[in-house]
């Protein structure tokens, strides 16, 4: 093949690849949530809300979610942290503001990447469980990406998966879920248990229960 032609197919290519992907962005559908996240129990596994936060206006412009909770809980001995941000869609090659990205930004260090294992109705799910520091401070720190069937921890299955939804079906909404408290001995269990009742809140916020761990 001489050069104008490969010219030529490289830019049919690229011309087709750009149609693909536009014809399949219009496929999505937006899904709004069938209860807000502002009704996420306010009192979960003896954690109490303490009172929802608002985001600084960059920030929000940068995470750009369709709806989101900011909020504290507090029992007698500790502070905890949560954040959910959800899209009702998102575009296949996207994805959600990592907070492994994210922190290094603003200071923290991760000192330890690890993964941890909550029950749900007697099914296993996988979660993202990172040690952090800042300024001496040590936290805890869990998350996860929730849709309406599944639960995915890594960043890398959840773009697969994104770009599937796209093709196939075109619901594409999903959320992250983050939850931060002092990384101290009970900590692991604490955030654990909050975890595996804070999934069957998002899932009445989704309207649908999770049936797969990729």
Not at 87 to 102: D, T
Request: net charge positive; aromatic share 8%.
């Amino acid at each position: 093949m001489n050069r104008s032609l490969l010219s030529f197919a490289v830019t049919a290519a690229l011309l087709l690849g750009t149609a693909v992907c536009s014809g399949l962005s219009a496929r999505r559908t937006p899904e709004p949530l069938v209860v807000p996240l502002t009704q996420i129990d306010s009192h979960i596994e003896g954690w109490t809300a303490a009172g929802d936060q608002t985001l600084p206006a960059p920030t929000l412009h940068a995470l750009a979610p369709t709806a989101y909770l900011v909020r504290t809980y507090k029992n007698d001995h500790s502070v905890l942290d949560l954040f959910v941000a959800y899209y009702a869609q998102q575009r296949a090659g996207e994805s959600m503001h990592s907070p492994k990205h994210c922190l290094p930004g603003s200071g923290w260090e991760i000192w330890k990447h690890d993964s941890t294992v909550v029950t749900v109705r007697g099914k296993p799910f996988e979660i993202n469980k990172y040690s952090i520091q800042n300024s001496g401070s040590r936290m805890l720190m869990f998350y996860w990406y929730q849709s309406k069937t599944r639960i995915v921890a890594s960043e890398y299955l959840g773009k697969l998966l994104l770009a599937r939804d796209t093709m196939f079906s075109g619901q594409t909404a999903g959320s992250i879920v983050r939850i931060m408290l002092p990384d101290t001995p009970e900590a692991n269990a604490a955030g654990v248990a909050f975890a595996a009742r804070l999934i069957p809140e998002m899932e009445r916020s989704f309207g649908s229960q999770v049936i797969s761990n990729p």
